[in-house]
C-alpha cells in the first residue's frame, strides 16, 4: 500500500483556522502537490483517492530532541554579530 508521510505545523495553534499539514514525503506514489499546507480533510481526501495510508510524523518536542518555540526556526534562530 502507498503511504503519505505528513507532520504537524509547530507555529499553528488549535482553531486558528489555517491548514495544519504538510506532506513531507510519499511512498509508492507518483503525485505532485501544489500547496505548501493543506487541512486534515483534504489529506484524507487526497489520500482516499489515491489509495494511500496516511502516516502522522512524530514532533520534535520529543526526549532528545530540541523543542523549538515560536521564532527559533532557521530564519530566527542565527543571530548576526557586528563589531563597530
Known amino acids: ?3 503519505l508521510f505528513v507532520r504537524e505545523r509547530r ?3 488549535a482553531g486558528a483556522g489555517q491548514p495544519r499539514f504538510r506532506i513531507v514525503a510519499s511512498e509508492g506514489l ?3 502537490v501544489y500547496v505548501p499546507h493543506m487541512r486534515r480533510v483534504e489529506l484524507e481526501q487526497l489520500a482516499a483517492a489515491a489509495g494511500a495510508e496516511i502516516v502522522y ?3 520534535g518536542d520529543q526526549e532528545g530532541e530540541p ?3 515560536r ?3 532557521r530564519r530566527h534562530g542565527r543571530r548576526m554579530h557586528h563589531e563597530g
Request: proline content about 0%.
Open 67 to 69: 523543542a523549538h518555540g
Open 1 to 3: 500500500m502507498s503511504k
Open 11 to 13: 507555529q499553528i495553534g
Open 30 to 32: 507518483d503525485m505532485r
Open 71 to 73: 521564532g527559533e526556526g
Open 57 to 59: 510524523l512524530a514532533r
